[in-house]
C-alpha cells in the first residue's frame, strides 16, 4: 500500500503562490470534466469500471459505503465523506461488499440529463450507498507532467480533524446537492468535484518526497525552477540556454550542467519536447491552424515547426490531427 496516500493536515484555501513553480504546475491543471455521475446503489452492488487511459476518475462517496479494488492486491473501504482521486483511470472495481458480483459499468442502465451529466439506479435494494463521481482530463503539458508523476490513487477524508473545515463542508454540500438537486445543480456538482480533484493532487505535492532528480526536483529547485516557470508561461519566445540561464542568475555552463543534472536532458531538447506536447494538444483540442499553432509553440515558419514536430513525435502534424 506504499503508493496509497492519504490527506494530512490542511489550513483553508490559500492563495496560489505564483512566484512557487510548481503551484505555477498546479494553476495550470486546466481540468476539462468530460463526464459526471450520481450513482444511487442498494446492496448488494458490484460496477467493474474500466481502465479510461489518460483520465483522472474522482469517486467521492456522500452517504454509505463502497469497498474499492485497485486490481494490484491493494483493496480500501471508502466511507461517507472519503473520497478516491485515481490520476491514471486505471481500471478499479467497486462493490458494496467484497463479495458482491459485478457488473460492466456499461452495461448499467443511466439517466442523461446532459451530453456530459447523468444519474444511476443499481442494485439489490438493500442499504444505500450514494457516491458522486467525475471523470476529467488535462490540457496542459505542465499539467500532464504533473499529472505522470502521481500514484495510482490519492486518498482524501473529511473525518480528519485537521484536514480544514472547508473540505468538510464541500462534501456536506456534494452529498446535499446529490441528494436534493437544485436549478443548476448540475454545474455546482461538476464545480465542486473540479475543486476536490486540485484539493487531492495539492495535498500529494505537500508531501512528496524531496527527489534529488526529476522534473519535480528541477521545478523545486530555487534557480533553476525559475527559469522553468518563467519558459512555461512563455513558450514561444526566442529561448536560448543564455537567456535562461540570465533568469535563473546562473552562468550559461553552469545552468546547462545544473539542468542535465536534476532532469537528464539539454535544455534545448527539453524546450523543443515541451513545445512539441504544447502544440499536441492544440492540434487535438483546437481548430487553429498549423501556421497559428507553429507561432504559439515559437517557430517562425510552418515548414520549421512540421520539421521538429515530425522529428519529435515522428508525424507530421497534418496527420497526427488525422488521428
Same mark, same amino acid.
Given at each position: 500500500m506504499s503508493d496509497i496516500v492519504t490527506e494530512e493536515n490542511h489550513p483553508a484555501p490559500v492563495k496560489v503562490d505564483r512566484h512557487d513553480p510548481l503551484n505555477e504546475a498546479l494553476h495550470l491543471?486546466?481540468?476539462?470534466g468530460t463526464f459526471y455521475c450520481v450513482p444511487e446503489l442498494t446492496a448488494p452492488w458490484g460496477i467493474a469500471v474500466p481502465e479510461l487511459a489518460k483520465r483522472l476518475v474522482l469517486i467521492v462517496v456522500t452517504e454509505g459505503k463502497c469497498v474499492l479494488d485497485l486490481k494490484n492486491g491493494d483493496v480500501l473501504e471508502l466511507g461517507q465523506g472519503q473520497l478516491a482521486l485515481l490520476p491514471h483511470g486505471g481500471a478499479v472495481d467497486l462493490r458494496d461488499h467484497p463479495c458482491?458480483?459485478?457488473t460492466p459499468l456499461f452495461d448499467i442502465p443511466a439517466k442523461r440529463h446532459s451530453p456530459n451529466f447523468?444519474?444511476?439506479s443499481f442494485g439489490g435494494g438493500g442499504v444505500m450507498t450514494r457516491?458522486?463521481?467525475?471523470?476529467l482530463k488535462v490540457d496542459h503539458a505542465a499539467a500532464e507532467r504533473l499529472i505522470e508523476l502521481l500514484p495510482p490513487v490519492i486518498l482524501l477524508d473529511e473525518f480528519d480533524l485537521l484536514a480544514?473545515?472547508?473540505v468538510e463542508g464541500t462534501l456536506q454540500y456534494l452529498a446535499e446537492e446529490a441528494r436534493n438537486p437544485q436549478p443548476g445543480g448540475e454545474t455546482v456538482l461538476t464545480r465542486l468535484t473540479d475543486i476536490l480533484v486540485v484539493q487531492a493532487i495539492r495535498s500529494w505535492l505537500k508531501r512528496a518526497p524531496d527527489q534529488q532528480t526529476g522534473w519535480?526536483?528541477?521545478? !523545486?529547485? $530555487?534557480k533553476v525552477g525559475k527559469a522553468l516557470q518563467i519558459f512555461h508561461k512563455e513558450p514561444e519566445a526566442s529561448w536560448t540556454i543564455e537567456r535562461l540561464a540570465q533568469h535563473a542568475g546562473m552562468s !550559461?555552463? $553552469?545552468f546547462a550542467a545544473r539542468f542535465k543534472e536534476l532532469t537528464g536532458e539539454g535544455v534545448m531538447n527539453y524546450v523543443t519536447r515541451w513545445r512539441m506536447q504544447l502544440a499536441c494538444s492544440e492540434l487535438k483540442n483546437s481548430g487553429s491552424s498549423l501556421a497559428g499553432i507553429a507561432s504559439a509553440v515559437g517557430y517562425e515558419s510552418e515548414a520549421a515547426f512540421a520539421r521538429a514536430f515530425k522529428r519529435v513525435v515522428g508525424q507530421t502534424p497534418?496527420?497526427?490531427?488525422k488521428l
Open positions: 491543471l486546466n481540468l476539462s458482491s458480483p459485478l447523468e444519474t444511476m457516491m458522486t463521481c467525475g471523470v480544514g473545515r472547508w519535480l526536483a528541477a521545478l !523545486r529547485d $530555487a !550559461r555552463s $553552469a497534418a496527420s497526427f490531427r
